[in-house]
């Protein structure tokens, strides 16, 4: 016998769904160009943004170097290509590794319960009462600057938030009656978690992780303004503004610190404007 | 004189909801009186459009709803004519109206009171909303009231919270905020569905003895045919946001003619009946509220459709004093060919 | 029907007290029981019907035979193999493959089904550790499609999801999804109580014809006696976790014994004009189970309360040919 198959999707309703939402695609217009510039950086400017030519320091912007040079005679604008490569990169793997811990913590937590719950939340709640900024600080100071240090310590102060998402939509899932049919048949607890549950929280997870992103590009930002977070010859946007401390850097090359700081707002708006719109999108109660 | 008859006459009311870019006719072309002192019935699967019509007639419309057509015309104790369908959602006028002439109550007693306020408090609002009556002689009233509704110790139950009632209890709640400035008519949506049988048995009884004690005229929301036996004077069977049939109760159940209204009643097991017997199935799902017709909505699932059922829309007509069915078979001429 | 008289399933000395979760520094709550000293056989191929109000332990009591909830006491003995086997005392792996044989049909049909799978991943699973099929995943799709043909639905809709059903037609997947392992008894909690009218028709002829086919045993739980009264070949009516009164379906209509039952019976709306029968109105509301009465468990709403009642709990007896009744107003002579 042949069944025909006809397939007809929930990503496809959710697609329609988000596509109605103005700013969100607005939002996805803008990380596709962001990404996509930073992608093609050497199709779009020939200077090697850690290349120091001291011919040329500090100029003002002009066509041959759109946003000017800094004072040890690099392209701004190169430099704001390159560095998006590892900011977002950071922003991007950081925000993974929290959201997949937290996640596979959350399910277990709510799942079984009882001792198993009660200590996880416990660790949850001691994370979060801490300030995040000062944790990350600490670290890096024991750990020292590098870039793996840097997504080792955001995934491993970062999963809280998640937990607890997951963990309440877990609770109040496991009650559903697929799940006791499931329990009623002798499926075992890794596949009702992984298989059953897990799949309807991820739109929460999607959405937590796209802000993620968001915040961890500003931590990463704010650590590496301090002279706490990657090392310096890795232009991150954090590292470009760092070079603009001084005040009368700030005065007389104000491209060193408005270029990245723009670069900044762009992205993290136009992840924010598409976190919403998946956000409702996914939401299953909305029409 | 109908203005003496009758307390509500709704005519080729209806109503639309915007979802989306579409436009959905949630109720289409509904027409039904409701005599004075008397119940009327309106029975029906889910989506065919009962609350939709009793929340026009309150003008408690969602935003998304909007009355596109017909009339709505309440006739007040003092003879005089209101269209309710003409004033505005939030006007003064409804606002005077309801609760004070009509009112409603609720499908589930659960989620209708606040859960932050003493149930006497919440009747008081209501009292005082529309009287002027000082606090003693308003929470007196109260108390006399709920004491009639069949609560143990109103005194004390007057300052308790929602939370320490039962469901019944709540209803009963409900029905006091309901009645508490005695309305001339009564909207009850589906008010037991939510409670069990015994409980149910209870609060039919106490609409039925208020009813009999108030003189109140009473719209009853129902799927469930037996309620209507019991209860109803007159009866409106809908489907797919049209009364498909209209008439006495004696008239629906002695003799139902609409083919949907005779299916809803053999495809309930009834206690008592014989089991061999399967029950009749009304084939197919209630079409999508969008579906856009072009004959009679119920023809695709119709035991009785001829090719004409598909392609034009019925008629209502009169078949006997106050008994009228909008169906084919019925029309002039339709008998002899069916 | 129950003509052979082989028992299924023989439930014994059943009780199941929720133990609420004590938190620290907390008073140690009182337990709640949900279901008390329940006994009762069900036949193979019967229908047996279970009715009562909203916390009566009737879902409780369903979910403790397919083993969502573990029960506090008592023996729940399981033909198999020509043999009787509880249920609760079994190792790991017959416990394990017993479970194939009773299925579970749930009240509401929308959440019946993990909107995230498709109808073939919701029915593959369970057949999957199961062995159903031999462990060939065609054998296995070409079985799914029969048990859709078999509930009256195309079987392409296999690859659909959830959400593109509606209520009716996801419950008969439910129905479907149970059959397909091949169960000796079909758990049914309400499983029209959440269609409309003109669907319930569909289903319960569906389940009638089904048990025709197949030879199934019910157990049909709802709180609607028309249904129940229609669908069972005999009932057992539950009040307080306690059974009052169980007998065959007709004998229960025509001669209802406990006042409970009485009550009951008379409070159900019927859709017949003239047939205004004496009602039965009932004081008061059910008491909590947190606290339940003295006695009988029914005294403080009965009409014909004695003293007895409200000291000494009546029990589950025969009173004539298969028809039990839990109450003092029958054992006077005692």
């Given amino acids: 016998m042949t069944v025909q198959k006809k397939k007809t999707s929930l990503a496809k309703r959710n697609w329609q769904k988000f596509i109605r939402n103005r700013m969100a695609v607005v939002g996805m217009i803008g990380l596709f160009i962001i990404i996509a510039a930073c992608l093609a950086a050497p199709l779009l400017t020939p200077y090697d943004p850690t290349f120091i030519n001291p011919g040329i320091r500090a100029l003002s912007p002009s066509s041959e170097h759109l946003l000017g040079t800094d004072r040890l005679g690099r392209d701004i604008f190169a430099r704001i290509l390159y560095g998006g490569r590892w900011s977002i990169m950071i922003g991007v793997v950081a925000a993974m590794g929290a959201n997949l811990l937290g996640a596979a913590l959350g399910c277990i937590s709510g799942y079984y319960g009882g001792k198993v719950d009660s200590v996880l939340v416990s660790i949850q709640e001691m994370l979060s009462i801490f300030p995040g900024t000062l944790i990350n600080m600490l670290c890096i100071g024991f750990m020292g600057k590098s870039v793996r240090n840097l997504l080792l310590i955001f995934t491993f102060t970062g999963w809280p938030g998640v937990m607890r998402i997951v963990r309440g939509r877990i609770l109040s899932l496991k009650q559903e009656p697929y799940v006791e049919s499931c329990r009623a048949n002798g499926i075992g607890g890794t596949s009702i978690m992984f298989h059953h549950l897990l799949p309807n929280t991820l739109g929460p997870i999607i959405v937590n992780s796209t802000m993620n992103v968001a915040g961890y590009i500003l931590s990463e930002a704010a650590l590496s303004y301090l002279g706490l977070g990657v090392p310096d010859n890795v232009p991150t946007w954090g590292n470009i503004i760092n070079a603009a401390k001084r005040l009368d850097i700030v005065q007389t090359l104000p491209m060193l610190w408005i270029a990245p700081a723009a670069a900044i707002c762009l992205f993290v708006l136009s992840i924010n404007f598409f976190g919403d719109g998946l956000r409702d999108a996914l939401d299953p109660s909305s029409k | ?178 009645m508490i400035c005695n309305p001339t008519l009564l909207i009850a949506d589906e008010p037991t569905t939510a409670l069990d049988v015994t409980i149910q048995a209870q609060i039919l009884d106490l609409i039925r003895r208020m009813q009999k004690n108030y003189g109140t005229s009473v719209i009853l929301i129902t799927h469930n045919m037996g309620i209507v036996v019991e209860v109803a004077d007159d009866v409106a069977v809908m489907y797919m946001g049209r009364v498909v049939e209209f008439g006495s109760v004696e008239q629906i159940f002695a003799n139902p003619m609409h083919p949907y209204t005779k299916a809803l009643m053999k495809s309930v097991p009834v206690l008592g009946m014989n089991k061999d017997r399967e029950l009749t199935v009304i084939e197919g799902t209630t079409p999508d509220a969008s579906t856009v017709f072009t004959g009679c909505e119920f023809a695709e699932r119709c035991e009785s459709a001829r090719p004409e059922c598909f392609q034009r829309f019925p008629k209502d007509t009169v078949v006997e004093a106050g008994h009228r069915v909008r169906c084919l078979l019925y029309e002039e001429g339709g008998k002899s060919n069916g | 029907m129950a003509e052979n008289r082989e028992i299924l399933l023989s439930i014994r000395h059943l009780t199941m007290e929720y133990q609420p979760n004590r938190r620290l520094f907390e008073k140690k709550k009182p337990s709640v029981k949900a279901v008390s000293d329940v006994s009762l056989d069900i036949y193979s191929g019967e229908t047996f019907g279970v009715v009562g109000e909203s916390g009566c332990g009737k879902t409780t009591l369903g979910k403790c035979i397919v083993r969502l909830l573990k029960p506090t006491e008592g023996e729940l003995l399981f033909r198999d193999d020509e043999e009787m086997k509880d249920l609760l005392k079994l190792d790991r792996k017959t416990s394990f493959a017993l479970r194939r044989k009773i299925q579970i049909v749930f009240q509401d049909p929308y959440a019946s089904l993990n909107p995230v799978h498709t109808i073939r991943e919701a029915f593959d699973e369970p057949m999957r550790v199961h062995g159903i099929g031999g462990g060939s995943r065609e054998k296995r799709t070409q079985m799914i499609a029969d048990a859709l043909k078999r509930v009256n639905l195309q079987p392409e809709y296999m690859y659909r999801y959830p959400h593109e059903f509606s209520g009716g037609q996801r419950q008969r997947i439910c129905v479907a999804k149970a059959l397909v392992m091949e169960p000796k008894l079909i758990i049914c909690d309400e499983p029209v109580s959440a269609l409309d009218v003109s669907i319930q028709a569909q289903l319960l002829n569906l389940m009638r014809r089904l048990q025709r086919e197949t030879g199934v045993t019910f157990f049909f739980i709802a709180h609607d006696l028309s249904v129940v009264q229609y669908m069972s070949d005999r009932i057992a009516v539950m009040y307080l976790g306690n059974i009052v009164e169980l007998a065959d379906s007709e004998a229960l209509y025509a001669h209802p014994m406990h006042p409970y039952t009485q009550a009951l019976l008379s409070a159900v709306p019927v859709p017949v004009l003239h047939e205004k029968k004496e009602r039965i109105v009932l004081k008061g509301d059910v008491p909590s189970p947190m606290n339940p009465p003295t006695g009988c468990p029914f005294h403080p709403r009965c009409a014909h309360c004695m003293e007895r009642c409200k000291r000494e709990k009546p029990i589950l007896q025969e009173d004539m040919e298969g028809h039990l009744v839990a109450c003092h107003l029958y054992r006077e002579k005692e």
């Fill in chain 2, 1 to 178: 004189m109908q203005e003496k008859e009758y307390i509500l006459r709704v005519q080729d009311l209806k109503t639309d909801f915007k979802v989306g870019r579409k436009t959905v006719h949630a109720v289409n072309g509904v027409t039904f009186d409701v005599r004075r002192g008397k119940t009327l019935c309106i029975v029906g699967e889910s989506g065919c459009g009962k609350s939709v019509t009793a929340h026009s007639i309150m003008q408690l419309l969602p935003p998304n709803g909007m009355i596109a057509g017909g009339s709505i015309d309440y006739y007040t104790p003092s003879g005089a004519c209101e269209t309710l369908s003409d004033y505005k959602r939030n006007g003064s006028r409804i606002r005077a109206i309801r609760g004070k002439e009509i009112s409603m109550i609720f499908q589930d007693p659960m989620s209708t009171l606040n859960p932050v306020y003493t149930v006497g408090s919440q009747i008081m609002e209501m009292l005082k909303k529309h009287e002027k009556v000082d606090r003693a002689e308003g929470k007196a009233r109260i108390i006399r009231l709920l004491g009639e509704l069949g609560i143990p110790n109103p005194e004390i139950r007057y300052d308790q919270y929602p939370h320490e009632f039962s469901g019944g209890m709540k209803q009963r709640i409900m029905i006091a905020i309901a």
